[in-house]
T-cell receptor, first 115, second 114 residues
């Protein structure tokens, strides 16, 4: 299996621009998670989906952030407008089911820099 | 609410020496505990997890962890580390009533030196 695929791997943009991060989960996995990692705040869960339905978005920082999962094989995280404080590594992860014991499989991450 | 505390932000150790990375959890109900490793410029990957049964859990790359309910701990150990073990290690807990999301600790940077 190819694992979780994220694109782009690196993104540099200017403040105010729209940014879209993409994720393809492992085929057959039913849960998908979006995380943000920074030195200051560590690893934070932004939102997660089960069977394409958003379950918990309490970690989404503010209305500038939105996430969608239109089908089982694709998800996007959008930031509009972007700000320098959004600079971070964004990870997508998937797990086979919605069970508490499942392993989460992480993608390689997207390093976002907002100038 | 459940949470995990990783007491050490950095742990330097010489190659072939033993290492212990500490993790304490807080929970009033049963928990599932995980250790993940993040190598430089990569995503996290599972080292091991405790679900039930034997309190000593063996994982990949020679790592093991012991679940201690009385001390609410889940420390990670390796008897002899290698340079390639240099990475950041995260302890995580599955949250009761929180669906299948994980709460991660702040991470411990293990640096193995020659």
């Amino acid at each position: 299996d190819a694992g979780v695929i994220q694109s782009p791997r690196h993104e540099v943009t200017e403040m105010g621009q729209e940014v879209t991060l993409r994720c393809k989960p492992i085929s057959g996995h039913n849960s998908l998670f979006w995380y943000r990692q920074t030195m200051m705040r560590g690893l934070e869960l932004l939102i997660y989906f089960n069977n394409n339905v958003p379950i918990d978005d309490s970690g989404m920082p503010e209305d500038r952030f939105s996430a969608k999962m239109p089908n089982a094989s694709f998800s996007t995280l959008k930031i509009q407008p972007s700000e320098p404080r959004d600079s971070a590594v964004y990870f997508c992860a998937s797990s086979p089911t919605s069970g508490r014991t499942d392993t989460q499989y992480f993608g390689p991450g997207t390093r976002l820099t907002v100038l | 609410a459940q949470s995990v505390t990783q007491l050490d932000s950095q742990v330097p150790v010489f190659e072939e020496a033993p290492v212990e990375l500490r993790c304490n959890y807080s929970s009033s109900v049963s928990v599932y505990l995980f250790w993940y490793v993040q190598y430089p410029n990569q995503g996290l990957q599972l080292l091991l997890k405790y679900l039930s049964g034997s309190t000593l859990v063996k994982g990949i790359n020679g790592f093991e962890a012991e679940f201690n309910k009385s001390q609410t701990s889940f420390h990670l150990r390796k008897p002899s580390v290698h340079i390639s073990d240099t990475a950041e290690y995260f302890c995580a807990v599955s949250v009761t009533g929180g669906g299948n999301k994980l709460t991660f600790g702040t991470g411990t940077q293990l640096k193995v030196e020659l």
